[in-house]
């Protein structure tokens, strides 16, 4: 297992920007395929990005150009970097985490998850 704690959240205008940071800590993180997840109101959780162990990266396509997934494996963190913020985008963001994964984008591949950040865009 790898315990994972998410930060950087908050409330910004649209059209503003967030760093979202995910610290892993227990195990080798570069053996770890991570991803961002986003879980708004009344709605199921979703995939936002993803970065594979040999740095590949996917977005959903309401994020691209926008968002900027990245990791540093020497300081054991995920990075998510926020541009352009949308209303839409307001949710609680988690990081997720999988064991020598390859890129993946689906929630129930996930097993290790951080207890989420909020992130609120006021129009």
């Known amino acids: 297992q790898v315990q994972l704690v998410e930060s950087g959240g908050g409330l910004v205008q649209a059209g503003g920007s967030l760093r979202l940071s995910c610290a892993a800590s227990g195990r080798t993180f570069s053996d770890y395929a991570m991803g961002w997840f986003r879980q708004a109101p009344g709605k199921e959780r979703e995939f936002v990005a993803a970065?594979?162990?040999?740095?590949?990266?996917t977005y959903t396509d309401s994020v691209k150009g926008r968002f900027t997934i990245s990791r540093d494996n020497a300081k054991n963190t995920m990075y998510l970097q926020m541009n352009s913020l949308k209303p839409e985008d307001t949710a609680v963001y988690y990081c997720?985490?999988?064991?020598?994964?390859?890129?993946?984008?689906?929630?129930?591949?996930?097993?290790?998850w951080g207890q989420g950040t909020q992130v609120t865009v006021s129009s």
């Open positions: 997720a985490a999988r064991k020598y994964a390859t890129l993946t984008t689906s929630t129930s591949a996930y097993d290790n």
């Open positions: 970065i594979a162990r040999s740095g590949i990266t």
